[in-house]
C-alpha cells in the first residue's frame, strides 16, 4: 500500500513538472484565484500592449519598473490604473500609460500600438508615450467609448485614424512631437461641427505635418508648430467666416489655428477685400517661423482700425472679436 501511494505522489509531481516546463515560454496572464478581482480580459490585453509595444525591449522596460506581467500586483500604480466598479465587483483598468520616457534602447524603432487598446472597454485616459513606436495608430472601430483624454506624444508614428475624432466623449486629444507624422488622416474635412455643450480639444502641435494646411474645418484645431507650407486658398475662401467667427465667450472660433508652422506666400484680394475674412485669416494664421509668411497683410495696427470699423457697422460682432 505504501509503495503504491509513493508511486501515485512521484507520477503527479512528474506530470506537474512536465506541464510547468511546457509554459515557461508562453507564461499564463489570467489572474490568479487572489488576484481574481481584476477582470481578466483587462490584464491579458494589457500584457498584449507591453509586448506589442516594446517587442525586444519588454524584458529592460519589466526590469526598469520592477515587473512581472504575470503578476497584476507588481505592475506599477497608473500603468494601468485600476478602479473598483462594486456593481460588477471587479477591477478594471481606466487609465492606461505606456511610457518608456525614461528608458534607453539600442534599437531605434521596435514595436507598434496594438489594436488591444480598444478592449480596454472601461478605459477614461490613455497615453501613448514611447519613442520607438511606428506604423499606425489602431483605429477604435465604434470602442473607446467612455474615452476622455488621449495623448499621443514623442513617438515614430505615421498616421492617426480618422474614428479618434469622432470618440462621443472625448474632452481632450493632445498629438504632440510625432515628427514622423507628416498628414491627418483622410476626411479630417468632412467632420460634422462638434455639438457637445463644452467642445472638444484638439492639439496637434509640434508633429512634422506638412505640405499644404487643412481648411474649412468644422471644429477648433490647434496645428501651431507644424511644417505646413501653404494654403489651399480656393478651399479656405469656402469657411463660412460669419459662422467661424460667431462662437460663445471664451471659445476659439472654428478652423485651424496655424502659427509657427512655414507658410507663405500671397494672400489673395479676395481675402483682402473682406474685413471678416480677413481678420479671421491673419487671426488664425498667425506669425510664422523665421524667414516665412503671408505677404499682403495689413499689420496689426491696420487691422485694429479695420476691426474697429467693421463693428461700429456690426455692433453684434463686438464679442465675437474682441481677441482678433
Not at 520607438?132 to 467609448?145: A, H, I, L, N, Y
Not at 479630417?188 to 467642445?199: C, T
Not at 503671408?294 to 474682441?322: I, T, V, W
Amino acid at each position: 500500500m505504501k509503495n503504491l501511494i509513493a508511486f501515485l505522489l512521484i507520477s503527479v509531481s512528474v506530470i506537474c513538472s512536465l506541464q510547468s516546463c511546457g509554459n515557461d515560454d508562453q507564461p499564463d496572464f489570467r489572474p490568479a484565484k487572489e488576484y481574481r478581482p481584476y477582470n481578466s480580459n483587462d490584464s491579458a490585453a494589457f500584457c498584449e500592449i507591453m509586448k506589442t509595444a516594446f517587442g525586444p525591449n519588454l524584458d529592460k522596460v519589466c526590469d526598469y519598473y520592477k515587473m512581472k506581467l504575470d503578476s497584476i500586483p507588481s505592475w506599477p500604480s497608473g500603468m494601468p490604473e485600476w478602479q473598483w466598479f462594486d456593481d460588477i465587483k471587479e477591477y478594471r483598468i481606466t487609465d492606461l500609460t505606456v511610457c518608456d520616457e525614461h528608458i534607453y534602447f539600442d534599437n531605434i524603432f521596435y514595436g507598434e500600438v496594438s489594436p488591444m487598446i480598444w478592449e480596454l472597454d472601461s478605459l477614461r485616459t490613455m497615453t501613448i508615450c514611447i519613442k520607438g513606436v511606428c506604423g499606425d495608430f489602431p483605429e477604435r472601430k465604434d470602442k473607446g467609448e467612455k474615452l476622455k483624454l488621449l495623448i499621443i506624444q514623442n513617438t515614430q508614428l505615421s498616421t492617426i485614424p480618422l474614428d479618434l475624432f469622432t470618440c462621443p466623449e472625448l474632452n481632450r486629444m493632445l498629438v504632440l512631437s510625432n515628427k514622423k507624422l507628416f498628414s491627418l488622416p483622410k476626411g479630417i474635412e468632412s467632420l460634422p461641427p462638434d455639438d457637445k455643450k463644452d467642445k472638444t480639444v484638439y492639439k496637434i502641435s509640434g508633429n512634422g505635418l506638412t505640405g499644404s494646411a487643412p481648411s474649412n474645418l468644422s471644429r477648433t484645431f490647434w496645428l501651431n508648430d507644424n511644417d505646413y507650407r501653404s494654403i489651399d486658398w480656393k478651399h479656405w475662401k469656402d469657411t463660412d467666416f460669419e459662422k467661424a467667427v460667431k462662437q460663445k465667450e471664451n471659445v476659439l472660433p472654428t478652423g485651424p489655428i496655424l502659427d509657427n508652422n512655414k507658410i507663405s506666400g500671397d494672400v489673395p484680394y479676395y481675402i483682402l477685400s473682406d474685413t471678416l475674412a480677413l481678420l479671421y485669416t491673419a487671426f488664425m494664421i498667425g506669425d510664422q517661423q523665421d524667414g516665412y509668411g503671408l505677404k499682403g497683410l495689413p499689420s496689426y495696427e491696420e487691422r485694429q482700425k479695420m476691426k474697429d470699423k467693421f463693428c461700429a457697422n456690426h455692433p453684434d460682432y463686438k464679442q465675437y472679436l474682441k481677441s482678433y
